[in-house]
T-cell receptor, first 114, second 109 residues
Framework: EAGVVQSPRYKIIEKKQPVAFWCNPI?????LYWYRQNLGQGPELLIR????????DSQLPKDRFSAERLKGVDSTLKIQPAELGDSAVYLC????????????FGPGTRLTVT | RKEVEQDPGPFNVPEGATVAFNCTYS??????FFWYRQDCRKEPKLLMS???SGNEDGRFTAQLNRASQYISLLIRDSKLSDSATYLC??????????FGTGTRLLVSP
């Protein structure tokens, strides 16, 4: 069974530029999460989707971050404009509804903002 | 104060040693607890759940003390392959997972 797929794996951009990350969850997983992981820290939730609905986006910096999950499958996370402090690994995860404790993570996108 | 706190380590132990990690959580409303494992430059993966009665899975034992808001993970007979970062996780409202910063373990030959 294919795991969570993310692309790109690495991205280097200059500050003030836009960037987008893509995630394809495990087939059949209704719940999709975007996390940000800074060096030496644990993952921090940015947004959680149940199908196509964002049910928790309280931690998403809405001035520059946006996300969508059209058709309740793939998802895209965008940053515009990027800032130096956005350098981190952006992880996508998915889980079955009712099993949010067992989240399957993708390999992440390592973003460097220069 | 972070909601889930862990000693970042690293814990350096020889093969065959027993090592224990501790974690504290501040939100008394947290309902469930877990340990995730994260290898260097890899994604986190669920290691095991933590129950008040204790949970054992092979060489790994997890324990929860709700009164002290304290979680532990014990690894017996450490293997080189156990070298990783161990993330303590609390599940709170809306089933949200809150991750600690992780404890790094290095097992040497």
């Amino acid at each position: 069974e294919a795991g969570v797929v993310q692309s790109p794996r690495y991205k280097i951009i200059e500050k003030k530029q836009p960037v987008a990350f893509w995630c394809n969850p495990i087939s059949g997983h209704n719940t999709l999460y975007w996390y940000r992981q800074n060096l030496g820290q644990g993952p921090e939730l940015l947004i959680r989707y149940e199908n196509e609905e964002a049910v928790d986006d309280s931690q998403l910096p809405k001035d520059r971050f946006s996300a969508e999950r059209l058709k309740g499958v793939d998802s895209t996370l965008k940053i515009q404009p990027a800032e130096l402090g956005d350098s981190a690994v952006y992880l996508c995860a998915s889980s079955l509804r009712g099993s949010s404790y067992e989240q399957y993570f993708g390999p992440g996108t390592r973003l460097t903002v220069t | 104060r972070k909601e889930v706190e862990q000693d970042p380590g690293p814990f350096n132990v020889p093969e065959g040693a027993t090592v224990a990690f501790n974690c504290t959580y501040s939100n008394s409303a947290s309902q469930s607890f877990f340990w995730y494992r994260q290898d260097c430059r890899k994604e986190p993966k669920l290691l095991m759940s933590v129950y008040s009665s204790g949970n054992e899975d092979g060489r790994f034992t997890a324990q929860l003390n709700r009164a002290s808001q304290y979680i532990s993970l014990l690894i017996r007979d450490s293997k080189l392959s156990d070298s990783a970062t161990y993330l303590c996780v609390a599940q709170g409202g809306f089933q949200k997972l809150v991750f600690g910063t992780g404890t790094r373990l290095l097992v040497s030959p």
